[in-house]
């Protein structure tokens, strides 16, 4: 029903646009290949944050320990940036980059979030279960495409919609990133949250492939929360933002 999908898209970019218009982040969701690009491009292009390689148990539940992760990663940057990486031995230098390395492919999108989001956007809830579970433990409105093989009944504002098309997930983000920088740009008016920030660097794909191809032999470099811990009820910090 084309009908339906159209005005349950104009719902979910109400809503979303009036999150951001109170100068909240929406965390942009979604991991598996056919959406990693578009989450990254388009979160990117609209100033809010991504998730598109891993998921990690814990990521908003137990924010309290990721930020401080966060705050690893832009010591770690700085040092880099500065030059104190090429002061090291080879050895010191390399065990540094590897950290960053590894906190960069989890962390890369979120570096500058500093508290938890007001919504999530994700595509495909099927894949993403554990992030709508932890959206729905904290009271996090989650937008999500819903395919016919997803529980509706989890998801705040359904976009019905085929989370493996391409062109879909590009039209369908394309859509929920215009209604956050239309809402931004309504809070940056109020003086609420600062200009546009310097263009964000990301690590390029190639790069994010190559770390992800030796952390596959490894348990996750962060302490995680498994699925079974999580919804036994081991949380972290839980206050949304």
Known sequence: DLQKTVRLLDDAWDFVRGVAASGRP???????????????????RCGMYFVNRRWMGGMLTNFSTVKKRIDRLQDLRRMQQ???FEQLSKKDAKKLQDELDRLMFHFDGIADMKRLP??????????????V???NRLKIPVV??????????????VIPGNDD?????????????DACQDGRQEAQARGEIPPEPE???????????????????????????????????????????
């Open 165 to 177: 098309a391409i062109r879909a997930v590009k039209l369908l983000t394309g859509k929920i990133a």
């Open 144 to 157: 999500a495409i819903v395919d016919s093989n997803c529980d509706p009944d989890l998801i705040t504002y």
């Open 133 to 135: 579970t932890e959206a």
């Open 82 to 84: 500065e030059g104190q």
């Open 118 to 131: 007001g919504a999530i956007y994700v595509v495909d809830p099927r894949k993403e279960h554990i992030a």
């Open 26 to 44: 929406v965390l942009f969701v979604g991991t598996k290949k056919q959406a990693q690009e578009t989450i990254q491009t388009e979160a990117a």
């Open 199 to 241: 263009e964000r660097e990301f690590l390029e794909t190639p790069r994010y492939e190559e770390i992800e191809e030796y952390l596959e032999d490894e348990e996750d470099y962060l302490p995680t929360v498994s699925e079974e811990e999580f919804i036994g009820g081991r949380t972290g910090d839980e206050e949304a933002g």
